[in-house]
């Protein structure tokens, strides 16, 4: 436990000062927050840096393509209720960031850390974690990310035989053969609405087969684990089978899943599951995401979708028609410069809402809804698609870069 002794070398404390120093100075020249090249440099300064800031914490890894910023700020309210939390908040998810956050939390008793994907073996190795949330593996950023069987398969092989607690959500066949490799896996019911990627058995390349909720393969007998914790409507089944009510200010199904992964998490160091939750309803916003900001004389919504699977969840919470929605599509470096995952969207869910289109790649996006048969407007900038809505509510869904460009814009 952090506390007990100082587990940092003068080497490190130098490495740390100089990190913070160069995270204030990138703040102050107004680039962000400054986590990822303060991070960088000290962990030039000292290569071992995270595994020594992580030595006194128990850490908890939180890793998927979907959903992992929302449950690692759940988690972290959470353990709350147990001691002194840091976390990478803000969602800088790679070494150099997660360096830049732990540093900054010396009293800490937990760290609870979201991970890249790609990132989670080196990141494990480096702070043997006590505990790893595994929530779901979909198609990202196409063209720098390895197909998702890679992934799953980076997973399984850099969580062999890990000494942590595994939770992994049983539905999805990718996280399921990526988990199997530990001696220790907790399976939770947390539900996968999209499942385009996951037709072909991760084990064998076989069929997969879908009955209900259920999923197999007819090859080689790979199959749903019996999950002990389960997504139920609006509870969270405990593996006593204890109902627990889910109250959150965080809108949709996706984050009931992310609740019910959270709440596992949170019994594995001794927080039940009635505190767990109630903590969790604190959460109203999560990196701007699902903030309601006023811009014009107009309500928006900001919602971030960055991927097939994480539109079909974001189209599934907004307002009925006739509520207006503004997408935005970049491609840029953070996004995948790779925009044919717009094809796999089903844009035929925005019938009856009058669309507006911006962002560097709207002409792509125009084309995607062309094709579905949606009316649309293409803008040239956030003021002239607001201008076209009536007064009330927006919903303005944007991916990763598309999304900071409107919250500068609208100042959150």
Not at 152 to 181: F, H, M, Q, T, Y
Not at 297 to 305: F, S, V
Not at 356 to 376: I, P, S, Y
Request: charged share 20%; hydrophobic share 45%; with cysteine.
């Amino acid at each position: 436990m952090a506390g007990n002794s100082d587990p940092l070398t003068p080497r490190a404390k130098i490495a740390v000062t100089a990190g913070k120093a160069v995270a204030a100075a990138s703040r102050a020249a107004g680039r962000g927050s400054g986590s990822v090249i303060g991070g960088r440099v000290a962990l030039k300064l000292d290569p071992d840096l995270l595994a020594r800031l992580a030595q006194n914490l128990d850490v908890v890894l939180v890793s998927a393509t979907n959903g992992k910023t929302t449950t690692t700020r759940l988690i972290a309210e959470a353990l709350g209720a147990a001691g002194p939390v840091v976390s990478n908040a803000l969602g800088a998810n790679m070494p150099a960031g997660i360096t830049s956050a732990l540093a900054g939390g010396s009293e800490a008793r937990y760290g609870v850390i979201e991970v890249d994907e790609k990132y989670l073996a080196g990141v494990a190795r480096d702070t043997d974690p006590k505990c790893i949330a595994l929530l779901n593996l979909s198609r990202d950023q196409l063209d720098r990310a390895a197909e998702t069987r890679m992934l799953a398969e980076n997973w399984r092989e850099g969580l062999a035989g890990s000494k942590a607690v595994i939770i992994a959500n049983a539905d999805d066949p990718l996280v399921v053969w990526a988990a199997s490799s530990s001696p220790n896996v907790i399976w939770v019911a947390a539900g996968q609405m999209w499942k385009d990627d996951a037709w072909s058995c991760p084990a064998c390349g076989g069929v997969m087969q879908r009955p209900g909720d259920d999923w197999f393969c007819g090859e080689c007998g790979f199959r749903r684990p019996t999950p002990s914790w389960a997504l139920s409507g609006d509870h969270v089944l405990d593996p006593h089978g204890s109902a627990w009510p889910i109250h959150l200010q965080l809108p949709g199904r996706a984050n009931k899943a992310n609740a019910a992964s959270s709440a596992a998490v949170a019994a594995v160091f001794g927080v039940p599951p009635q505190v767990a939750l109630e903590r969790m309803y604190q959460v109203q916003a999560v990196a701007g995401r699902y903030d309601v900001v006023q811009f014009q004389e107009r309500d928006l919504r900001l919602l971030l979708a960055k991927n097939p699977a994480g539109w079909l969840e974001t189209f599934s919470l907004i307002d009925p028609p006739p509520t207006p929605v503004i997408l935005s599509v970049n491609a840029r470096g953070a996004d995948g410069t790779d925009t044919s995952w717009l094809w796999d969207v089903d844009y035929t869910r925005l019938t009856g809402h009058p669309i507006c289109v911006l962002g560097d790649r709207k002409l792509d996006l125009a084309v995607r809804l062309e094709v579905a048969n949606q009316h649309f407007q293409v803008c040239e900038n956030l003021e002239q698609a607001v201008q076209m809505c009536p007064p009330g509510r927006i919903e303005v869904i944007a991916n990763y870069t598309a999304f900071q460009d409107l919250r500068r814009r609208v100042g959150n």
